[in-house]
Structures are given as structure tokens and as C-alpha cells.
């Protein structure tokens, strides 16, 4: 029985590094028992965003995005606008000031 508590627990701390959320369960009727539901992590509900915005013809503003970053996936609108910037950045929508030659 202690292999099992201890199996559990384990467990339990490993999907916590992963990024999963566990709960203990009081309802349930054995004492160590865990329900273990899965969170979907704020990037990746912002790149479904980024994604369904960027598939639409023509694109949204950006404001839209922000406030979508900030309703679905909880951000701040500081973080929104930072996840919209690095994921525009990473699809290749910004040039970059340090590769650019500036004529003279």
C-alpha cells in the first residue's frame, strides 16, 4: 500500500514539473487519492489565437489579438502584447533593426 502512496506522489510531482495541475480529491473515499486535470498552457492557447488570426483574410488588428490574449488565455495586456510581438517575430512578420543595412 505505501508502494502505491508513494507511486502517486511521485507522479503527482512529476506532472506538476510538467506543467500539469493536481488536485487532491476530499471526495473521493481513499485518503491519498489525486485527480490529476491538465492545464493548457497560456502560449499555447496565444499561438491558437495567433494562428486562427494570421488564417483570416484580412488579418485582424492587433488590438484584437490583445484582447483575445487577455479574455482566453488570461494574460495582462504588457504580457499579451509581448507573446503577439514574439510570435510575429518568430513567423516573420518583423524585420529585425539589427539586420537591416542602413543606406548612406
Do not use: C
Not at 510531482?13 to 489525486?34: F, I
Not at 518568430?90 to 524585420?95: P, S, T
Amino acid at each position: 500500500m505505501a508502494k502505491t502512496s508513494n507511486a502517486t506522489t511521485i507522479a503527482a510531482l512529476a506532472l506538476t514539473a510538467a506543467g500539469t495541475e493536481v488536485h487532491n480529491s476530499a471526495s473521493d473515499a481513499t485518503p491519498n487519492a489525486t485527480t490529476i486535470s491538465a492545464v493548457t498552457p497560456k502560449a499555447d492557447i496565444a499561438r491558437r489565437i495567433f494562428a486562427e488570426g494570421y488564417a483570416m483574410n484580412p488579418v485582424p488588428a492587433r488590438s484584437v489579438f490583445i484582447n483575445r490574449y487577455m479574455a482566453e488565455a488570461g494574460l495582462t495586456k504588457n504580457g499579451a502584447a509581448t507573446y503577439h510581438q514574439n510570435m510575429k517575430a518568430k513567423a516573420g512578420f518583423v524585420v529585425s533593426k539589427k539586420t537591416t543595412s542602413a543606406s548612406a
